[in-house]
């Protein structure tokens, strides 16, 4: 059932568990509208390891004061019967789901795009801003919206790194100050492979770093056309890398533009 909210209204859904990544997407969604809704759900379709859902962290109380100091005009943390109030029909990411990140998390996004397509249903947004750490989750998202033709504009925000470059993540309370500085080999594989010319360069270069530390488990490290989101090719306009892996058990993904060189 819908609530009565003030419209035109900007959305920024979240899991909970908020840092300064999500204060970003709060902040950006002030920027298209004064009525901001953020949403804390822990959606479980979307977790293939019951562990994993068991131990998300999660924070009401606090996440809530987090979202209206960044600018929240309303914190919804729906119940389940609200979300799925009867048998789920869920959405398929199709052949894009299971690559890559869902490659290593099955059922990951049919889960994810079915959450989404039903928070837009209660919330109704004019905007809804998608932060680019999740850059498949905002690719499968913006061709949700494009296939159904939501009156719904995705806004993607540039992901928030702390001062040494890891990417902000809700699980990243889950790891040790070693555990983080092990991390850190992500952001130096990719900001370096970032300053090469070349995708085979860039490629071997992101692929030597991430071997550079013991600590961190590789699951992929390619580099894709971001129109496409397949493997990137000579001659693609943009280009981006996507680094996935574990550190002390805790899934850490990541991504970075990469620098492109003009064909002909």
Not at 215 to 222: M, N, R, S, W
Not at 244 to 254: N, P, Q, T
Request: net charge negative; charged share 20%.
């Amino acid at each position: 059932m819908n609530l009565a909210r003030t419209h035109p209204l900007a959305f920024v859904p979240t899991m909970g568990a908020l840092h300064a990544g999500h204060e970003s997407l709060i902040s950006i969604a002030r920027n298209y509208s004064s009525n901001v809704v953020v949403s804390i759900f822990v959606n479980p379709l979307q977790f293939e390891n019951p562990d994993d859902l068991a131990s998300y962290p999660r924070s009401i109380d606090e996440d809530q004061l987090r979202a209206e100091l960044a600018g929240a005009s309303e914190v919804w943390a729906p119940t389940m019967e609200e979300i799925y109030p009867a048998e789920v029909s869920r959405i398929s990411a199709g052949e894009l789901g299971n690559q890559f990140e869902g490659a290593h998390r099955p059922g990951h996004f049919d889960g994810m795009l079915t959450v989404v397509k039903r928070l837009f249903e209660l919330v109704e947004p004019q905007w809804a801003i998608f932060g680019e750490k999740d850059y498949q989750q905002l690719f499968l998202v913006r061709e949700l919206v494009a296939e159904l033709q939501l009156p719904i504009e995705i806004i993607s925000a540039p992901i928030v790194r702390d001062v040494q470059g890891l990417a902000l993540s809700s699980r990243n309370v889950r790891l040790s100050s070693a555990d983080i500085t092990a991390a850190h080999v992500i952001s130096r594989a990719l900001q370096s492979a970032s300053q090469l010319d070349g995708l085979s360069q860039q490629r071997a270069c992101l692929h030597e770093i991430l071997a550079t530390e013991p600590k961190f488990t590789l699951d992929y490290a390619e580099i894709i056309d971001e129109t496409t989101f397949e493997l990137a090719t000579l001659g693609a306009e943009r280009t981006r890398a996507l680094v996935s892996g574990w550190v002390a058990g805790v899934r850490l993904i990541d991504n970075m533009a990469m620098k492109v060189i003009k064909v002909g």
